[in-house]
């Protein structure tokens, strides 16, 4: 999977932890529109805390619609094998190719005030 756009969105909140949002675009066509969670790291960098498929549309979804699953978790389903393991490298690279997206890295660092 190609990250073709990612912008930091805000500050939201994901299970309790603080965390920057940032809007990503795809080559996946399954996954093409997704919101990825970055928290602080301890090396000074940033986790992706989840990443959600972004599937809310502004002109049918103007009020809160519970009638669909609009930011479904795919975290887990993104990077998994067939073994049902992590791909930890295919992850990885997901989250460089966000992170170094122009002007993400700095984004997330000025939004959440880490230095």
Known sequence: MIV??????RAAERNGLH???????TSDTENQDLL???????????DMVA?????????????????HQAYADVTDTLFDTPT???????????KEQVLSYPR???DIRRLMDWS
């Open 4 to 9: 073709t756009e990612a912008h930091v969105r």
């Open 19 to 25: 965390c920057a949002e940032v809007e990503v675009m």
């Open 36 to 46: 990825a969670y970055f928290g602080p790291s301890k090396d000074n960098d940033f």
């Open 51 to 67: 990443v959600v498929n972004n599937d809310a549309r502004s002109d049918v979804d103007w009020y809160d619609n519970s009638m």
């Open 84 to 94: 049902m393991k992590t791909d930890w490298g295919e992850r990885e690279s997901f």
């Open 104 to 106: 993400v890295r700095a």
